[in-house]
Every structure is written in C-alpha cells, then in structure tokens.
C-alpha cells in the first residue's frame, strides 16, 4: 500500500491547533515516504464525494508552519454525516484517486464518519487504511485524557473569566458568561483556572452534568451578591432541566430551533441563554447591573489565544497517525498498520504517550466531566479539576494582580453610602 | 501646595491599560515628590464622599508593575455624575485630608466630572489641580489622536475578526460580530484591520456614523453571500436608523430600557442585537447557517490581549499629568501648574507627544469617525483609516496563513454540489 495516495481531511467545528494536526500528517508523510503524495479533501468527507482536492505535496514547508499556527480548519470543515450511499462514492472517487489511507481529523461525529467509512470499506473488499485523529474544544472524546483544541480553548476561557472579574470588581454586579459544551462541561469548567484571590470569579459554575433549577440558580446568585456585593457565572450553553430539556430550547420554544445533520440541537451563535439568565436575575433579585455575555465562537477562533503544549500534542496526534497507519506488521506477513483513532493518555506529571483505540470504542460516544471533578454543591469544580486541567493550560499565562494598598483612616465620615 | 495630598481615581469602563496611567501618576509622583502622600479614591468620585481612600504611597514599586500589567480598573470605578452637592462634598472630603491635586482616569463622561469639580473648586475658592487622564476604549474624546485603552480593544477586534472569518471559511454561512461603540465607530471598525488576503472578512462594516437600514443591510449581505457563499459583518452596538432611534432599542421596545446616570441607554450586555441581526438574515434571505456573537466585556477585559504601544501610552499619560499638574511657572510669580486633560497627538509615523488641552474643549463632547475614514459605501472604512490605525494596534501581531496547495484534477466528476 505504500505507494498509494494519502488523503487528509478536517471535519466538525474548528480549533486553534486543528491545523497542526493535519501539518502534522503531512510533513510525516513526507518523511516517511519519501515519493509520497498527500491530496486534502477541501470540506471534509463532502469534498471527497465532490472530488475537491488539493495536492498537499505542493506545499512548502514554510507555509505549512505557517498554517499550523493559524486556528481555523485549513482544508474547510463540513457536519456532513455519510450514509451507505455516500460512501459508496468515497470508495468509487478513492479507487479513481488509486488513495489508500484516509485520516480524518475532527471529533465526535468525525470520528463516528471514520468507523462508517472503514467498516464499509472492508465491507466492499476496497483496501483503505483509515485513522481517525482527535480534535474538539468540547474535550468529549472518550478514551482521551483530553483532547487537541480543548486546551487552547479552556486558556481563552480562563482568560476570559480573569478579565471579566476585574471588570465586575470595577463596576460591582452580576455578570454571566456563557461558554460552548453542549454535554460536556470541561470548557465551562475550565472558567474556575482564571481565579487567582480567595473572593475572584467564576463565583458559580453550572455545567451540562448536573440538572439546572432556575430556582436554585437564582437563590445562589442572591447568597453570593448578598456576600461579596457582585456575581461572575460561568453557565455552559447546554445547561438542561432534569427531564433533559436544554434550558435554551425552553426558552427558544416555537421559535424554529435547528439541528444539524446529526440531530444535534444549535446552541451556539445566539445570545439568547445569557439575556434569558440575566432577565431572570433583574426581575426576580432585583439587581440593578446585571450583564451577560456569550462567548461564541471567539472561544474557539480567536487569533492568538494558544496554549504551547496543546499545539505540540496537536501536531503529534498527526505524526503519530501516519506512524500506527504505516506501523511494520507485528510478525512476518501480518499486515501494515491497522484502522483505528489516536488518543491521548497522560503517563506523567505532566507527560502524554499516544496509542491507537479501536474506532467502534470512540465513534458516537460522548465522554462527560467525571463525579470527582465536580464539586459537591453541583456548582462549582474540585481540585482535582484544577489539577488536571493546569498543565494543559500551557506555559506563560498572563498573570493578574491587585493592589496591597491599605485603607486611610476616615476623618469626616459623611459617607453617603455605596 | 507641593507638600499636599495627590489623590488619583479611575472612572468609566476599565479598560485593558488604564491602571497603566494610574501606576504612571503614582511613580511620578514619587519620583517627583520625594515626601509626596498619594491617595487613591476607591469606585472614583463615589470613594471621594465615602472617604474611601487606600494610601499608594504604602505600595511596592513591584507590585504596581504587576497591577499596570492588568486590565480592569484596580482601584474600582464609578458611573456616578457629582452634582453641585456631591462636588460640595467632594471638597469637604478634600479638605479634611489635605489633598490639593485630583487626576481622574476617564472617558467622555469622567471628563465632564472633572470638569464640574474644576469649576466648583474655583468658585468655592478650594485650591486644587484637576487633571483629567484620557481613557476610552470607544476613542471618542476630540483633541486626542486616539486614546489610550482603544488601541488594546482595537488590537482584540481585529485579532477576533481574523478568526472569525478562518472558522466562517471553515464552515461557510453568515457571521455578524457585535461591537462596542456607543455614537463612535472606530472600534467596529477596526475589525477591518483584522483582513489579509482579499477575500477575508469583515466583508461589511456598519458604523454609528451612518444610518442604518434594515432593507440595504439585508441587500449587502445577500450581494457578499451570492459572491463568495459566506459573509463575515461587523456590526457597531450604536448603529441607529434615520431618525437617531438605536436598532437595539426599536427591538427592545417596552421591555425596560437601563439608562446610566449620564442617560446613556444600555446598549452592552445582551445579545439582542446580533440575534435580532441573524434572524432577519434567515427569515428574508434563506440563509441556513447565520451566526451571531457579541462580544461584549471581552473586548474590553480580556487578559492577555494587549498593544504594546497602548501600554506604553497609557503609562505616559500618567506621568505627564503630574508633570502638567507641577510645572513650573510660565512667569516669576505665577502659578504651578494647571488644570486641564491631557491628550495624545501624533508628530510623526509613528511618535506621538503629549499636551494639555482646556476641560472644557474636551469634556462632554463626542468624537466620532472623520468621513475620511469611512467608505463611500457606508459599509467600509478607508485606506486612510487602516493606515491611521495600524501602528496603533502595537507589536508581535499573530499572524493568519493560508494552504496555497494547487486544486488536483477531478477524475469522474460526480460531485453532488456543495
């Protein structure tokens, strides 16, 4: 199979390092197989039906560093979910290609397209290699410590809640922040990295693991105001009431909700959870300044919010995958490396090894935040959470401080109050 | 006067450099003033009548290296707007702790409070030195090139624009990006300074400078959609139609507009208006996938996105405030000093120098984009305003590439369409 082509391809939403990943593949390839062709499918398995490829060979390697470093999905992403008929045409466009091994870059649903296309590959006797290299900013994907473009997003998280902090210590009040995860609560979570003092926000964190009570929401809100004077939420978009029900979808009822290819509900793009929450808080606590954001896709695209180790273990799931799809057999006339989905495990503090799961163990599954990362009031992290997720964060994180100043004796005392 | 009190205090949205200009007074002033005592009033003019003062002379000089380097407003902020009485209590304050000098950190609206305190302080015959110190993110104060806190903001602007419009190549659709800027344009337009090759995005900018119309709006976007399949806007918070009615506020009709106590409508906070945006978008042009993000506190307080030469300025401003506050007399007997705002002008590409302009020229008035900044469009900005505000946007600018891999030949041709 060695001279057969290499097609590389990017599927589901973007990332910060998703590009280093499919760098990745390419210059192994290169290095691995000297006369190698690499072709990338442009938009996913769509542009494989569709015959849209660029030669990727046709790079230089400066512009490939280059595209590494910039977020976005180079070769064009699509949430196209093949069925039996599209991938007949994969095979029948791969066997005009004469293309032998598949890598597709992306993360649940991705991953659940790689199982579908080898299994009816084998099916149809076509010969094809396919590995499925992991990529989300939900961190979602089991069998993975954690995932290329989680860690990345978890720092513009962090950041963000440091930041939005010091504006509520500013200007005192609530202010909520809605952050993507539409099961896992992971990216919310990482909010509570961005605390450095005893008293700073994310005071409250709701994540999608745990049933949300308006109710209760507000009854927290009002015990962490009465006490501090001021309020920073971090609330995950895929929050839902305990029949399942997401608590946007209750909000947006009647109003033509969408879903993609993959029945997923869309909560992202809308500000309407943040404005919704805050509503809440006005009308029902009385609270006069009362703000809310939704971070959107700034959390996931934004230019230049990268953590170093993600990049580098990013750009090592794709070498990694040409190595297991080029792997020696493990005895004589066994075959070249085997089909399957490269996942990260954490083997030191902190050090990563990579190894190759079946595709059935990772495809359509949803990995969640594990009990013991979860606080017992449901609203906030453990330390264990902190632990794990602060390695990932990477090294020179902007560093917040306050001032030590101390107070000056009052001589008129005429305050009029705050 | 040069043994009494300094008192200094931030008013206004915080920004990502204003305690730069704070630790800027604070070290001048010691430099300046060997035995100098500096105050610093807490949540601005309100921590004056409170008597809320800690004292910065009880500060390490390292410390307040690391809170310049931090964005928010460290010794609290205010939106309060002193009226004849409060000024009155403000003296008494004064008074009773010796303070003859008051630098205020602020926008617009600080600008007037200083201003107001100046005249009342004058008519009461209390001797005090009012210096105002240029802040804003929505660079709208007149007699000042820009100021200090917009190039920061700006910089995150464009930063969230180049990823917004990677991720929008990566999954095509629509994208509308809401941005700060009450009557002044200049941080929207910013995002333009986000482009690089010739189709990136913002395809389309809407400014408060312009009116705004719901029927061209949706005429531009489908003329972009129908080029290109994808269309990145950026769209300012203030935008208004004909008669000067914002577009958030036609929205939110009836449902309990906020105004500040300087009258200003709430416009920050809330994502109806991308909502708002998108819908229309959907409904009347037939767009599937239409996104919107606002991006709200992000801009303003995001940690670790920051021009260097804002930094730098800001700091100065600091500096040359006290430098303003303690001149020598101009004439043998004449005063020390005097009351005023420092602003930012440029002499050269690119150097800027600083001056002292009359409260009154700048206080309570708006600056808004110059027409030679804007497009004749009226959905663009010029060369002219890329040039002015590149230099702004400071050093180390992550940069965006692209794959340039040549297309490969189709060999069946069976594509489905995209």
């Known amino acids: 199979m060695a001279n057969r082509k290499i097609l590389v391809a990017q599927g589901g939403g973007p990332t910060a390092v ?7 593949v390419v210059l192994q390839a290169r290095r691995q197989l000297s006369a190698g062709v690499v072709y990338g499918a442009r938009h996913g398995v769509r542009g494989i039906v569709d015959e849209d490829f660029v030669d990727l060979s046709q790079e230089t390697t400066h512009n490939l560093d280059a595209v590494a470093a910039t977020p976005g999905s180079a070769l064009g992403s699509t949430r196209d979910k093949p069925d039996l008929k599209y991938c007949q045409d994969i095979f029948k466009v791969m066997a005009a290609h004469d293309i032998g091994h598949f890598f597709y870059i992306g993360g649940n649903d991705s991953s659940d397209t790689v199982r579908i296309v080898s299994e009816q590959a084998q099916a149809a006797g076509y010969p094809l290699r396919c590995v499925h290299i992991p990529k989300t900013i939900d961190n979602d994907l089991v069998g993975n410590d954690h995932t290329p473009g989680f860690p990345s997003a978890a720092r513009f998280v962090a950041q963000a809640f440091t930041g939005a902090t010091l504006d509520n210590n500013a200007l ?3 202010y909520v922040g809605v952050v993507m995860g539409r099961h896992a609560g992971f990216l919310t979570a990482a909010s509570a990295l961005g605390r450095k003092f005893a008293d700073d926000g994310p005071h409250l964190i709701y994540l999608p693991e745990r ?20 309020c920073v939420i971090a609330v995950s978009e895929g929050i839902h009431d305990a029949a399942g029900q997401p608590i946007l979808a209750q909000l947006m009822q009647g109003q033509g909700l969408e879903r993609d290819a993959h029945g997923n509900l869309q909560l992202s793009g809308t500000g309407a959870l943040a404005d919704l929450l805050c509503a809440a808080i006005k009308a029902q606590l009385g609270i006069k300044r009362v703000r809310g954001d939704t971070f959107g896709y700034l959390q996931r695209s934004f230019l230049g919010c990268v953590s170093d180790v993600d990049a580098s273990e990013a750009r090592e799931v794709g070498e990694r995958a040409v190595q297991f799809a080029f792997a020696p057999p493990a005895r004589p006339g066994g075959q070249t490396g085997q089909d399957g989905s490269v996942a990260i495990r954490r083997v030191g503090e902190y050090a990563v090894d990579y190894v190759l799961q079946p595709l059935a163990d990772v495809a359509g599954k949803t990995r969640t935040m594990e009990d013991h990362f979860i606080s017992a009031s449901g609203h906030d992290v453990t330390v264990d ?3 794990y997720l602060a390695p990932l964060l990477g090294t020179g994180l902007p560093q917040a401080q306050r001032l030590r100043a101390q107070a ?5 005392g005429l305050g009029r109050g705050v």
């Open 408 to 412: 000056v004796p009052k001589v008129l």
């Open 172 to 174: 005192p009040g609530v």
């Open 211 to 230: 049933d949300f009570d308006i109710t209760r929401f507000l009854a927290d809100v009002k015990a962490v105001y009465n006490r501090l004077g001021r």
């Open 18 to 24: 998703i590009n280093q990943s499919l760098v990745g």
């Open 385 to 387: 959470f902190q632990r």
